[in-house]
């Protein structure tokens, strides 16, 4: 069965300096991953996704994440991060079950952005 | 907005009362979900539906009881529940058949909150 580990629960970073969420997955075959953000009392918005192909992948928002899979690992970034960025960050596999896509999510990490 | 609309946003209910909660998604997908998100745990997949049949379910308590009448279309029938099942839950969406390389969709979440 697949897992995800994201080691960090807090994060607090100051606006405009550069930032790195750390997320690593367990899974028998090539995995499907992904990062999705909620704010406060909202929905997970996914941020972006790794199917296949070239390993760093961009996404919404100024956010990349690189694929490593020598380090079981796909960690998210962003070179200079807004106040607005202040969210909780889920890392997530994905798997196919009877017709639908599953995804074992982490525990989360909370990104707070000091002014 | 996602596409997929959950009512309604917050609920109170009795251990004794009966209630729903309502998810329509808008993206013409084929499958459907119930996430549960408590504090400080990782989501937990509840049911899943793929083609308005539930292919998914993951042991979840029989006071929760899934409905899908149409793609579009998934409930959650609430029936004696314990304070430990107040929850975010979370509804989500995507185009299942095709596999892996498609996203989740999830909606904003129903706040539930057992007295």
């Known amino acids: 069965a697949q897992s995800v580990t994201q080691p960090d629960i807090h994060i607090t970073v100051s606006e405009g300096a550069s930032l790195e969420l750390r997320c690593n997955y367990s899974?028998?075959?090539?995995?499907?991953l992904f990062w999705y953000v909620q704010s406060p009392g909202q929905g997970l918005q996914l941020l972006l996704k790794?199917?296949?192909?070239?390993?760093l992948v961009q996404g919404i928002k100024g956010f990349e994440a690189e694929f490593k899979r020598s380090q079981s690992s796909f960690n998210l970034r962003k070179p200079s991060v807004h106040w607005s960025d202040a969210a909780e960050y889920f890392c997530?596999?994905?798997?196919?079950?009877?017709?639908?896509?599953?995804?074992?999510f982490g525990t989360g990490t909370q990104l707070k952005v000091e002014l | 907005e996602t596409g997929v609309t959950q009512t309604p946003r917050h609920l109170v209910m009795g251990m004794t009362n009966k209630k729903s909660l309502k998810c329509e998604q808008h993206?013409?997908?084929?499958?459907m979900y119930w996430y549960k998100q408590s504090a400080k745990k990782p989501l937990e997949l509840m049911f899943v539906?793929?083609?308005?049949?539930?292919?998914e379910n993951n042991s979840v308590p029989s006071r929760f009881s899934p409905e899908c009448p149409n793609s579009s279309h998934l409930f959650l029938h609430l029936h004696t529940l314990q304070p430990e099942d107040s929850a975010l839950y979370l509804c989500?969406?995507?185009?299942?058949?095709?596999?892996?390389?498609?996203?989740?969709?999830f909606g904003e979440g129903s706040w539930l909150t057992v007295v």
């Open positions: 989500a969406s995507s185009q299942g058949a095709q596999g892996l390389g498609n996203t989740i969709y």
């Open positions: 899974y028998g075959a090539t995995p499907y």
């Open positions: 790794y199917f296949s192909g070239d390993t």
């Open positions: 997530a596999v994905g798997a196919l079950t009877g017709g639908g896509n599953k995804l074992t």
């Open positions: 993206l013409g997908h084929n499958a």
């Open positions: 539906y793929s083609l308005e049949e539930r292919v």
